[in-house]
T-cell receptor, first 114, second 112 residues
Framework: DVKVTQSSRYLVKRTGEKVFLECVQDMDHENMFWYRQDPGLGLRLIYF???????EKGDIPEGYSVSREKKERFSLILESASTNQTSMYLC?????????????FGSGTQLSVL | QKEVEQNSGPLSVPEGAIASLNCTYS??????FFWYRQYSGKSPELIMSIYSNGDKEDGRFTAQLNKASQYVSLLIRDSQPSDSATYLC????????????FGRGTSLIVHP
């Protein structure tokens, strides 16, 4: 089975801190995604990547950056955390190919910024 | 207009009934459609995908797609309390980047 692992299940940070959220997948998937999920707003795409060192902005990239130095790892960076970035963050991966490919999700990181 | 629309619910049905979850999408060139189930505090997991007009059945689940009406639905027969979750509709558009767009999800409650 595909496994997508997020480094932390719960994280508490202070306003202004630099925050790193790590995601690793073990199935050699080309595509990786970062979403945030807030009550009533559903899943919103922050950034995605099709290949190593490649990144594309999603719908809400402001305040975030990403890094993909290795195929299996996709990191989300909050340069200066703010309280409005308190949310559930979900990483996902999928193989390259057709439009039929589903997403495999990690277990999520609940980030609280105080 | 949001690209993928779902009624947020909650949809409440008695155990054993049929639960009907609906989703509409705005982009006519959308090619593939997915239903994910998300239990509270957990991440989404795929339960159904559908690519052609008509019905697709898998156990107690049936996905229905009508591209002319830009409408996709999920029917859950013989609903069980364990089906209580949020159901997310996702749509992949055609062309280059197959990035799914998600609806906001419908909360389903199956009561004994």
């Amino acid at each position: 089975d595909v496994k997508v692992t997020q480094s932390s299940r719960y994280l508490v940070k202070r306003t202004g801190e630099k925050v790193f959220l790590e995601c690793v997948q073990d199935m050699d998937h080309e595509n990786m995604f970062w979403y945030r999920q807030d009550p009533g707003l559903g899943l919103r795409l922050i950034y995605f990547s099709y290949d190593v060192k490649m990144k594309e902005k999603g719908d809400i990239p402001e305040g975030y950056s990403v890094s993909r130095e290795k195929k299996e790892r996709f990191s989300l960076i909050l340069e200066s955390a703010s309280t409005n970035q308190t949310s559930m963050y979900l990483c996902a991966s999928s193989p390259a190919g057709t439009h039929n490919e589903k997403l495999f999700f990690g277990s999520g990181t609940q980030l609280s910024v105080l | 207009q949001k690209e993928v629309e779902q009624n947020s619910g909650p949809l409440s049905v008695p155990e054993g009934a049929i639960a009907s979850l609906n989703c509409t999408y705005s982009d006519r060139v959308s090619q593939s459609f997915f239903w994910y189930r998300q239990y509270s505090g957990k991440s989404p997991e795929l339960i159904m995908s559908i690519y052609s007009n008509g019905d697709k059945e898998d156990g107690r689940f049936t996905a229905q797609l009508n591209k002319a009406s830009q409408y996709v639905s999920l029917l859950i027969r013989d609903s069980q309390p364990s089906d209580s979750a949020t159901y997310l509709c996702a749509v992949n558009k055609a062309g280059g980047s197959y990035i799914p767009t998600f609806g906001r999800g419908t909360s389903l409650i199956v009561h004994p």
